[in-house]
């Protein structure tokens, strides 16, 4: 669906009308009887579904659609249960052991509750309710110590698991770059599931390293070439280098200067250097034998991609072009003028040879 239609309002509500020993709820002109055990699940593709207000409070959203943080979550478990899985092994029987002790706790309480409830007499003088107190209370401040320290390796396991955090990150973050190629064209969606793939590949990939620092290094550079590799074979030539340049820029923004991302997809154009008069003299600076039409777009890579000033000089670049065609032009006709020469001292010598001949004659 694209949305909760008002013809299901009443039933969101539960707009029930008893009638006799059922219930029944109207839904647009017909009235139809209504069971306990109903249940309406409604399901959307569109990840962000406009919900109206008057809906929003009688309806629970749950979103199943892949988060960064949820993702990073589910790539660390695998890093994890890979690399070390005693300790994945050890973290999931804690969260256990924990759920249980929590369940005893609550369930020493409950207890506690109903033997106070259901005593007779003076408190004070019955022994078998305080022994049975003193019992849950002794049990009690044993599962609370449990607790803490269960609590305390679990910090410490999460510090083990911590270390593989940079792996999981730099893989989510990953595959959020390769989900905006669907932007570019429908064609380019890639599901999660070969992400993962992918992932578990690099993993099994065994390399010598010396500490945890290393390993994770090299599995994230081998995880870059792995991705890069996997999804430049299912792109039209025309976007590879599209991609290349999304992908360094996804995983390294650091690397991009202010407003040069702007100008490479196009959100800077000239326009914007037409109402600055201070970018006149840009234009000015500019050699003569570049066309009118191509005069701001130059003008815009020299303005906001600062980076080349130092490495691309137009004036340089023109002087140098200018030399080579001289020279060149000057070497075409020296070898012109030669390659006259030879060919006359050709005819001159074969003219010479038919009047000897005709002589001999």
């Not at 890093?79 to 609550?106: F, R, S, V, W, Y």
């Not at 390294?252 to 154009?269: A, I, K, R, S, Y």
């Not at 701001?296 to 600062?306: D, E, G, H, I, P």
Request: contains cysteine.
């Amino acid at each position: 669906v694209d949305g909760v239609e008002p013809v299901l309002y009443p039933l969101l509500r539960r707009d029930l009308v008893a009638q006799g020993p059922r219930y029944v709820v109207q839904i647009g002109d017909k009235i139809i009887d209504y069971n306990e055990e109903f249940r309406l699940f409604l399901s959307t593709r569109n990840p962000n579904p406009f919900i109206p207000p008057d809906a929003a409070s009688i309806v629970t959203e749950v979103n199943f659609t892949t988060t960064r943080s949820g993702l990073r979550g589910q790539l660390l478990a695998l890093t994890i249960q890979h690399e070390k899985p005693d300790l994945e092994e050890q973290k999931t029987k804690l969260l256990q052991q924990e759920e249980d002790k929590k369940i005893q706790l609550a369930k020493l309480e409950e207890s506690l509750l109903e033997t106070l409830a259901t005593s007779q007499g003076n408190i004070l003088e019955n022994k078998d309710l305080i022994e049975s107190l003193n019992q849950t209370k002794a049990s009690s401040a044993l599962i609370q110590d449990s607790l803490k320290e269960s609590y305390k390796l679990q910090i410490f396991l999460d510090q083990e698991r911590d270390a593989f955090l940079p792996l999981a990150e730099s893989a989510s973050k990953m595959y959020f770059i390769i989900s905006d190629l669907s932007k570019i064209n429908n064609m380019y969606r890639f599901s999660l599931a070969s992400f993962l793939r992918i992932f578990q590949r690099a993993l099994q990939n065994k390399q010598d390293s010396e500490n945890t620092e290393q390993r994770i290094q090299s599995l994230i550079n081998l995880l870059k070439h792995m991705v890069y590799e996997y999804i430049c074979r299912c792109l039209f030539k025309a976007d590879q280098l599209m991609f290349a340049l999304h992908f360094v820029r996804g995983m390294h923004p650091e690397l991009f200067q202010e407003n040069e991302w702007d100008t490479f997809t196009g959100m800077v154009v000239g326009d914007m250097l037409r109402k600055a008069d201070s970018q006149q003299r840009i234009r000015d600076q500019l050699p003569s034998w570049i066309d009118q039409e191509r005069s701001w777009a130059v003008a815009t890579l020299k303005v906001f991609l600062s980076c080349f000033e130092g490495h691309f000089n137009f004036s340089i670049v023109w002087s140098s072009q200018l030399t080579f065609c001289r020279h060149c032009l000057f070497m075409l006709s020296v070898g012109f003028f030669f390659l006259v020469l030879f060919l006359l001292s050709v005819g001159f010598f074969l003219l010479l040879l038919i009047a000897y001949k005709i002589s001999q004659l």
